[in-house]
């Protein structure tokens, strides 16, 4: 269950003023909405639409063509398993395996309970501490199926 | 902080900084890049604090938290200069033990000594662990020594003298002619000489810009991301002479958001060269403006291709275009663009201080300077590595990298990302260039090399490749997008069991094609990875089709597990790890596997001390 968060309007006015009002920091505005959201939530779209000058259609397909912007809710932590190839001859797909039979959520998918969203991403540049993954903004390295399970059991454990 | 309103201002700085740190202070530089932050840099650096108290030693000791140094594996690292004494994996445990002892006893921790994977040998001191003993490092070395986050600590070890240098010693043009003489070319992967870049930027009317790719979006390279991390005025620096030779005052830095601390550290960088006059108006009294602003990427590869990039900077989707005119003239905003990669900018810097003569000195004839290599994947040194363009693979991956772990057998080294090919044994004496990888096939790239060993299926490599590119193709032209989307069709039938006679020539067909009609280098590039592996591995790929076995053990439906019995102790280690219970037999006697409940997770495999597993 993903609970809906209340959009605050005024830390959105706020982050378009600090770019300026610039159509070109589009993407970054929505870097910053989704940082603090974890997703774009498409009820800002027409309200960037009109404080930037782009039409809808632009927001949409700038938002689609970025794989850091989402346009539907994500979980309270986004895991990032890093499957580039670096971590990826080091077995980053067994270890991605165990996480999505213990989430029981496929890549891109959030778990029922609206605590984890599983992602998969291209490289994050640790990769001699490969297999590596990403909680939010931590990292954690030199990962095999049971030690990244141990780290979704913390975080688990952090939000109970 | 004041401005520095002319050069003398500069000196005055950096001689009040060197006498306030001198080299032969007691110092002590914990790795705090991104890859020791993982294995816990910021607990060692709290411990260290607390324990330099106790013994009140906070005055006297030097705490420098740096950027990478490189030898990711042995995290967190800690070096004691001036000595230069080289502890690896620090731990807050280990804390106290290294205070008292070495600092104070002024004796080595003896179990905390770095060991050589290789020789077994003990070694204290960093420059004689053979990982960095047998590098050159002039673009990477200052990452041990500063403190990204503090501009006096660059200042300090000669930052932006070589700015000083552009702005009231030489002409835009001697600039050039100067880069066009060290041979300096592009280092994230094109290779196109940067002298004759700038030159022909120069010479377009409009307002030009200067711009910075920091999209490194190569899975298996992070050496941009280490040294806008750990030495981000490096960078900078390099941009603004470049300004000054390009004639710019507009610079943008296109970083990716995957990449936090390199954002971080890069504002602060360019704040406080802002506060100290050294970006923004009337740089150092010198009449000349320059300003560099940030933009964040958001995880497209595409958009490390110049067009895709510029576009993106525009606040569009990333997508390239034809390129019948050259960005160098119409670029972002239409306007003459320069955009480098962050390891050739931070060249510039040096280049420029030590002369173009001492530079072209370096390397080999046509790829001239070092470059920096991300050695990464089944190698027992992992980390990244400077070396002078030349030096073999076999040093590369051999004498610095310490082969290959657990005995295993090398096979392939992939280089180049995905837009490179993967080198097999023959070729491990080729020296590492511009040139001489594409004639085995592959290119240099922006430096990713990702070793594999016997257990690595390139069939399986091929797929994963072109399941990258096909998600990062921006979908614009046919070749690249369908010729993406049927080879991946093809390749996962293979690896699936289900590969049909012809499969390999429609491969290569497709290949060609893409290589001939794709619009973008993305494209042009992308069936590489497929085609060298076809010429170099073609018998894995008919072991695939033919036979229906994966040599290497990773495609789940061509192989399954045996254990030899004239080899197994039987230990129990399999038994007792088997998630599926699926191995059975007593104590000390050969087990066996069962192979209706096995699912081939390779926990057994992984654990035999024995090698009593096969892979059938």
């Avoid at chain 1, 794989?67 to 994500?74: D, E, G, N, W």
């Avoid at chain 2, 295993?408 to 491990?428: D, N, W, Y």
């Avoid at chain 2, 893409?514 to 008919?542: D, W």
Wanted: hydrophobic fraction near 35%; charge should be neutral; proline fraction near 4%.
């Amino acid at each position: 269950m993903i609970v809906k968060l209340e959009i605050d309007w005024k830390q959105i006015d706020e982050i378009i003023t600090h770019y300026g009002n610039e159509k070109e920091a589009l993407l970054m505005i929505m870097q910053d909405i989704s940082d603090i959201y974890h997703y774009v939530p498409p009820e800002v779209v027409p309200v960037l639409a009109e404080k930037l000058g782009v039409r809808k259609s632009h927001i949409f397909s700038v938002a689609t063509f970025y794989k850091t912007i989402s346009l539907v809710p994500r979980g309270k932590f986004i895991v990032h398993v890093c499957t580039g190839t670096a971590c990826h001859v080091r077995g980053a797909e067994k270890v991605m395996d165990a996480l999505k039979t213990d989430l029981k959520a496929q890549e891109g998918e959030t778990t029922a309970d609206g605590l984890f969203t599983l992602e998969g991403v291209r490289c994050i540049g640790c990769c001699a501490s490969g297999p590596v993954m990403t909680v939010n903004k931590e990292t954690h390295g030199g990962l095999d199926r049971s030690s990244a399970l141990k780290v979704i059991d913390n975080y688990r454990n952090l939000s109970a | 902080m004041a401005k520095l309103k002319n050069r003398e201002a500069l000196e005055k700085l950096r001689n009040s900084l060197q006498v306030k740190s001198p080299k032969s202070q007691r110092l002590i530089s914990l790795c705090a890049g991104s890859g020791c932050g993982a294995y816990g840099t910021a607990k060692v650096h709290t411990a260290l604090q607390e324990e330099l108290a106790k013994h009140n030693l906070q005055d006297q000791v030097q705490v420098k938290l740096t950027g990478c140094h490189g030898f990711c594996e042995k995290g967190p690292i800690m070096v004691i200069h001036p000595e230069g004494i080289f502890y690896p994996q620090v731990t807050p445990e280990k804390v106290s033990d290294i205070v008292r002892t070495t600092l104070i006893g002024q004796e080595l921790v003896d179990k905390l000594i770095y060991k050589d994977p290789v020789t077994k040998k003990k070694i204290s001191h960093e420059h004689e662990i053979p990982f960095y003993k047998l590098q050159k490092r002039i673009i990477f070395g200052n990452n041990g020594l500063i403190d990204p986050t503090s501009i006096d600590d660059y200042i300090a070890v000669g930052g932006y003298a070589a700015l000083a240098k552009a702005l009231f010693d030489m002409t835009p043009q001697d600039l050039i002619g100067e880069i066009k003489k060290s041979g300096l070319r592009g280092r994230g992967g094109g290779g196109f000489p940067t002298g004759i870049k700038w030159e022909t930027c120069r010479r377009h009317e409009g307002q030009r810009y200067v711009i910075c790719n920091a999209d490194e979006g190569d899975p298996g390279a992070y050496m941009d991301r280490s040294l806008l991390e750990g030495n981000p005025h490096s960078v900078i620096e390099g941009m603004i002479i470049g300004a000054i030779a390009i004639g710019s005052n507009d610079g943008y830095v296109y970083v990716r958001h995957e990449y936090p601390l390199a954002v971080t550290n890069l504002t602060t960088a360019l704040q406080s060269a802002m506060s100290l006059g050294l970006l923004g108006k009337n740089i150092l009294g010198s009449g000349f403006d320059f300003d560099v602003r940030i933009s964040r990427g958001g995880g497209a590869f595409v958009c490390g291709e110049s067009t895709a990039l510029m576009s993106s900077l525009e606040g569009k989707p990333g997508r390239p275009r034809a390129k019948y005119v050259h960005t160098v003239e119409k670029g972002f905003r239409e306007g003459p663009s320069n955009l480098n990669n962050v390891e050739t900018w931070a060249n510039v810097p040096v280049i420029i201080n030590q002369g173009a003569k001492w530079y072209a000195g370096i390397g080999t004839e046509k790829s001239k300077g070092t470059k920096i290599f991300s050695l990464v994947g089944k190698v027992v040194n992992t980390g990244l590595v400077e070396v002078p363009m030349g030096t073999t693979l076999r040093r590369i991956i051999f004498d610095i990298g310490g082969g290959i772990p657990k005995k295993k057998k090398f096979k392939a080294v992939q280089t180049g990302g995905p837009s490179g090919g993967c080198i097999p044994e023959q070729f491990l004496d080729l020296p590492v260039d511009f040139d001489e990888l594409s004639k085995v096939g592959s290119i240099m790239g922006s430096g990713g090399m990702i070793v594999m060993d016997q257990d690595t299926c390139m069939v399986d490599v091929a797929r994963y490749f072109v399941d990258f590119l096909k998600d990062e193709s921006c979908g614009q032209c046919n070749p690249c997008r369908e010729g993406l989307k049927n080879m991946l069709d093809i390749l996962t039938d293979i690896c699936q069991g289900r590969g049909r006679e012809g499969d390999i020539e429609l491969l290569e067909e497709l290949g060609m094609m893409m290589q001939k009609f794709s619009l973008c280098g993305l494209g042009t590039s992308a069936p590489n990875p497929v085609l060298t592996n076809i010429l170099y591995f073609r018998h894995e790929y008919e072991a695939h089709i033919r036979d229906k076995k994966c040599p290497a053990g990773i495609c789940k439906p061509l192989f399954h597990y045996e254990i030899d019995s004239e080899t197994c102790t039987g230990c129990h280690v399999c038994f007792q790890k088997c998630p599926q219970q699926a191995v059975a037999g007593d104590k000390k006697k050969p087990h066996t596997i069962n192979q209706d409940t096995c699912i081939k997770c390779g926990i057994c495999y992984d654990g035999c001390k024995f090698d009593a597993i096969k892979i059938c």
